[in-house]
């Protein structure tokens, strides 16, 4: 298969071809300090999992539009701290959206309020998820797992409430584990999840946390997203233990991350 593949590339080149450019999924995470927002661009699908902060939203638009997203098929909403919903308002207004998932439950902040508003604004459909769901976008196979935990506004427990995705891609997964962190993450852990992936997003910006490595060990990715900054860098024994697992960490405290898979590998593109 190898010699016919080259022997196709050099009478593309002889007769002035160029073959046909491979189509995949481009995963980029944004450099928007200690928040987050990735986007996952494939089959002419868009989907946003969470927005930055208040503050962020132009800068994401730019970038939208800087790779050519004229439209957002999702927006995944993961919970409703200020550094997921934050700069909603501000894309919704930029950019249509077509639907929007969110997690089952209110919060009394100005933000959440700025969001609420948002999405009556532009009638955007909004799906609660209160139970595990699947659907399909193009190639791409989406389950999205909502917390089993309740939320306590005295407690401000906003990140176990976070929504967890996992996407298949043809052969390869990804987990983007938002703030999911305590009783939560540990259920992940020692529960039925199928949390084994080949790009995961280390939940809570870099955070160490006790199951950690266990979460890793489960999930034996070969990369993993870390949305940190340098104010607010990723703890030391995460990036020790990632380091320690040979696990490549790509920091938003370096800049945007960009991926792209073909649905069989995981390749980082020299942009």
Known sequence: MKIIFSIFI?????????PAPVKGMDIYTFSV????????????????????????????????????IEKLDLVILTHFDKDHIGGFPEIS??????????PDYVRDSDLYSAMTAAL???????????????????????????????Y????????????V????????RLLFLADAEGGWLKELC??????????????????????????LTLSLPQ??????SDKNPAAVDTLDTLSAMEITALRTADGDVHLFTDGQTVTIPKD
């Open 10 to 18: 050099c009478l593309a080149m002889l007769f002035g071809c160029t």
């Open 33 to 68: 300090g200690k928040a987050d927002c990735s986007l996952m661009s494939f089959d002419g699908y868009n989907v946003l999992i969470d927005t930055g902060e208040e503050d962020d939203g132009d800068e994401i638009l730019e970038a939208l539009h800087r790779l050519e």
């Open 93 to 102: 207004d930029g950019i249509p959206i077509d639907k929007v998932i969110l």
């Open 120 to 150: 009556e604004t532009h009638a955007i459909p909004a799906e609660r998820l209160a139970l595990d769901t699947s659907f399909s976008l193009g190639r791409a196979v989406f389950d999205v797992w909502p917390s089993t935990k309740t």
């Open 152 to 163: 306590n506004p005295e407690k401000g427990n906003d990140n176990q409430m976070s929504l």
């Open 165 to 172: 995705t996992r996407v298949a891609f043809g052969q390869v």
């Open 190 to 215: 020692y529960s039925t999840y199928e949390l084994g992936c080949d790009i995961i997003k280390i939940p809570c910006h870099g955070k160490w946390q006790k199951n950690l490595p266990v979460l």
């Open 223 to 228: 990369y993993a997203i870390i949305t940190d």
